[in-house]
């Protein structure tokens, strides 16, 4: 028998119903057993959080003699639900379970000999480069490999999720085939592939574990994201173009097939695409995630075992706290708005002195606004510095921490200052007083640089809020019974996002799974977008306005900050035609993309900040809402098009 009447054999038996059935039997039962094991070993000892919680007091004795709730309790209290919270088996869980699920779909498509030999490959690639100055590239041909083949995996499972009769399910599969096809879509799934593998070897091991943490979850969703946007938008409008230029849609649109399915069925094509590169960036992205975080913190021989035998390390306590969580952040209420008479009487004062030099000075209403706005952020700088000598402390109110008190949930305060150019040598004293008269401890507070201090509940009032004291300097009791400050050399300031109070509502698991639907609707939308483009555009003005339109969608929050300040008129004060429409215009597109640009999805999953259901439905409801209503422009163009005699240029 020849070598390849052997490898006809071993096809022919990859493809038969019983191999099948046999394979897919074997690795359910393994993959139950492993999965079996890791969520048995899913839990940590609280053995000694328990007994430490009980032998803590409920009160302490401050330094000036007051009992004030137990902060060590507290504190002793969130690491428990951290603990609890971990779940140290759930990587091997879930790495199980997506393996078994990928080598399941490559069994049922007749590849179960195929695969598993490629994988073999792969990794005695990565032993070969293992150890010597190749290390790094191998562990990038490795990751670039496995994610290439769960990728075609996925696109072939798809294909047969199409495989029916329909106009609208051939067009999507065709879309699919195209993408391996198409220079320009192999072109962007190579370098996502490339970057996504590359990405863990960049990482500094001599960080703290939070740091790398916070920048491979911030990069690897963040990359992958504009990775996938740009093809969407590239491939989405070479997918109409081309056929257009290359009269391949005469063979389409001369058979029983509508423009409404037409255009369906290429967005569909589109919008499968990136959610099979979002599902296999997502699954890497996750377990690598759960990798980094099974690794040793700064201060631990092993993970979650401090070395110097303390409950936990702060590295730790802030990974758990402040990244792999899904918390809810609550900054302080200014006591003032930009509506109160003071600034519209700031304003004017401020106008009556520019006329005395410039008599005819008579601003627009956007300038106004402008000028308006600088004399509120300049209020808003004054109230955030805290001067030690005049003001000495600054009270500052959250509210909306209602849910907090009514679940018992522990708070994390993050804080920052500001001072001296925030050299690295320089410490502040700070104290802090709360409005039942409890004052923590004073803390030595390095500059420039984010400190965590833990709260109970007790601190939230029957309103839901907390009204805080920040002093700066230490503060001490007197012989009278009163307290006096002692000051810090300078004022610090406290950065507009430096000061708030949140509290945990999960994990970040499911975050992030919330996080990467939104992403996907996003680039629904940017697929749609690019279809529409393109039913009246060729292939470079098609991908110029949806390309266009997206980064307006991303940077909507920003040009609704700065329209103030562009106004309505030139630089001699006199009306423009030219900056009047750019005006209106911008201002209503940013306005659409409202919703699209305050999801910020891939930063709430870097900073551990909760994106509700709530949010995620409002998002894909108003970004459901404009995808529709492109879609039923692109359909009115589409039918009115002369697709006989267009070019396509």
């Given at each position: ?83 609890n919270n971990a779940k140290p088996g759930m990587l091997l869980a879930v790495g199980t379970a997506v ?262 000075y008579n601003p627009n209403p956007a300038e106004r606004m402008a000028k308006k706005q600088t004399i509120?952020?300049e209020e808003i700088s004054q109230y955030l510095s805290i001067d030690p000598n005049t003001e000495q ?257």
């Amino acid at each position: 028998m020849t070598f390849r009447e052997r490898l006809a054999k071993l096809d022919h038996l990859q493809k038969g119903k019983l191999f099948k059935i046999i394979a897919s039997v074997l690795i359910a039962v393994f993959a139950a057993v492993l999965i079996g094991y890791g969520l048995l070993n899913n839990t940590t000892d609280n053995t000694q959080m328990t007994k430490l919680i009980n032998e803590l007091p409920a009160t302490v004795t401050n330094y000036v003699g007051e009992e004030i709730e137990n902060p060590q309790l507290a504190q002793t209290r969130q690491i428990q639900q951290l603990l609890n919270n971990a779940k140290p088996g759930m990587l091997l869980a879930v790495g199980t379970a997506v393996v078994s699920v990928m080598l399941i779909l490559v069994v049922w498509m007749g590849l179960g000999l195929v695969y598993p030999v490629l994988g073999a490959i792969a990794l005695g690639v990565y032993f070969l480069l293992r150890g010597g100055s190749f290390d790094v590239m191998g562990s990038i041909a490795v990751g670039m490999m496995i994610l290439t083949l769960s990728f075609m995996v996925l696109l072939r499972a798809a294909g047969l999720l199409f495989d029916f009769s329909h106009p609208v399910l051939a067009i999507a599969k065709n879309v699919l085939a195209e993408a391996i096809r198409m220079k320009i879509s192999l072109v962007f799934i190579v370098m996502l592939f490339f970057v996504l593998a590359a990405m863990p070897m960049l990482l500094n091991n001599e960080q703290a574990l939070r740091y790398r943490v916070q920048n491979f979850l911030q990069y690897a969703s963040g990359f992958t994201f504009l990775f996938v946007a740009m093809l969407v938008v590239f491939f989405g409008a070479a997918t109409v173009t081309y056929e257009q230029r290359e009269k391949v849609i005469w063979q389409t649109m001369t058979k029983p097939v509508a423009a409404w399915q037409y255009l369906l069925g290429k967005w569909l094509g589109v919008v499968a695409l990136a959610a099979i590169l979002l599902a296999v960036s997502a699954t890497g992205v996750f377990l690598f995630t759960e990798y980094l975080r099974n690794q040793p913190a700064v201060g631990e021989i092993e993970s979650y075992q401090s070395a110097d035998g303390s409950s936990i390390t702060e590295d730790r306590l802030i990974l758990e706290t402040q990244v792999l969580t899904s918390r809810v952040s609550v900054p302080p209420t200014l006591p003032f708005s930009i509506n109160d008479p003071a600034f519209e009487q700031a304003l004017e004062s401020r106008i009556r002195r520019e006329q005395l030099t410039n008599p005819g000075y008579n601003p627009n209403p956007a300038e106004r606004m402008a000028k308006k706005q600088t004399i509120y952020q300049e209020e808003i700088s004054q109230y955030l510095s805290i001067d030690p000598n005049t003001e000495q402390y600054e009270e500052f109110v959250f509210r909306g921490l209602g849910a907090a008190k009514r679940m018992n949930l522990p708070l994390t305060m993050r804080y920052k200052i500001n001072a001296e150019g925030n050299r690295p040598d320089m410490f502040y004293i700070l104290s802090f007083g709360f409005d039942d008269g409890t004052i923590l401890p004073p803390r030595r507070t390095g500059l420039g640089f984010s400190h965590t201090m833990t709260l109970s509940p007790e601190f939230i009032n029957s309103n839901g809020e907390i009204r805080l004291q920040i002093f700066n300097g230490q503060l001490l009791a007197t012989d009278d019974g009163n307290f006096e400050v002692q000051a810090n050399m300078n004022t610090f300031t406290i950065p507009p996002d430096g000061l708030e109070i949140s509290y945990s509502v999960g994990g970040y698991r499911a975050n992030f799974v919330r996080v990467f639907i939104v992403l996907w609707v996003k680039l629904a939308m940017l697929a749609m977008l690019a279809v529409w483009a393109s039913t009246f555009a060729s292939f470079p003005v098609a991908c110029l306005i949806a390309g266009g339109l997206f980064f307006i969608g991303e940077i909507a929050g920003f040009v609704q900050g700065a329209l103030p300040g562009w106004g309505k008129t030139n630089a001699d004060g006199d009306p423009s035609m030219y900056r009047t429409m750019i005006y209106y215009f911008a201002d209503w597109i940013s306005s659409v993309f409202g919703v699209y640009n305050e999801l910020k999805p891939t930063s709430r999953l870097a900073e551990g900040k909760m994106l509700s259901w709530a949010n995620v439905s409002k998002g894909v409801l108003t970004l459901g809402v404009i995808s529709s209503l492109f879609y039923l422009a692109g359909i009115a163009i589409f039918r009115r098009r002369q697709l006989a005699i267009y070019s396509g240029q």
